[in-house]
């Protein structure tokens, strides 16, 4: 069967289809067209997004904190949280917030989209932030000089610290009553929950507030079980089923506020 491109983006036009799996992957992909396009047009304004914050705060810490490995790479794992969270949990807010009220949104309902089908393309079209994020912090805490041995705990948290962070987001932004307040909530929800997790610390250093905060925190969990990671341990798993659990059922809270039906 002979490929057609769209006539603006250039890009391939998966052919319709009416029900199943390929649906859902057609409409994911659509719903990443909607958010990747425009922002295309403007890129360096995701990059920005994904390095104005965390790589002159890793900077300004590392240049105070005692030069013990231990403690830098805990900086780093503190610095790659925040900075994957903030960036794709704004991200997904602020494209949810404002098709919401655009009238974007109903027009995706009326398709039909799946509530599943957005939630992927919207995450596929956020997670370019944070990679971007991910590889310039690698990129300069080698060329710091800061010693890490990576192992395979890097990428699972990354993505469940993204999973829940995205649903929590969206379970709040749903009670939004106007465009503005969504967006106000989008960043100060991520903010918020990595500012009051021990994500640049462990738990036995956390204050008592932090501490309390941290057993159900799933930064705290990411940042552990990154910390790991980068110093070479390979016993991540606890970390990670936690992680799990707590994805699974922000974004359970997430799907189940999303406003999704016709008004």
Known sequence: MPEHYDSVSNLPVLPYATGGFRKFISDSFSVFELNF?????????????????PLPWFYVTKAIAPDDPQVLRRLLAG???????????????????????????RLLITMPVSKGAYILGSLAHSAISGVITVVILLAFALVAGIDIDLRWGLAPSLVLTVLAVSGLT????????????????????SLVLAAL?????????????????????????????????LSGRADVWAEVVILSVIALVAMSLGLWRMPWRER
């Open 170 to 189: 969206l379970f709040f932004v749903s009670f939004a009553p106007s465009a503005q307040a969504g967006n106000i909530a989008t960043g100060l929800l």
């Open 79 to 105: 610095t790659l949280i925040f900075g994957v969270a903030f960036s794709v949990g704004m991200l997904v807010g602020q494209n949810f917030v404002g098709q919401r009220f655009t009238g974007t949104l």
């Open 37 to 53: 396009l425009p922002s295309l047009q403007h890129w360096y304004l995701t990059v920005l997004l994904a390095v104005a914050f």
């Open 197 to 229: 997790s021990p994500v640049y610390f462990t738990m036995d250093q956390a204050p008592l507030l932090m501490k309390l905060i941290g057993y159900i925190s799933p930064l705290r969990y990411a940042a552990d079980a990154i910390e790991k990671s």
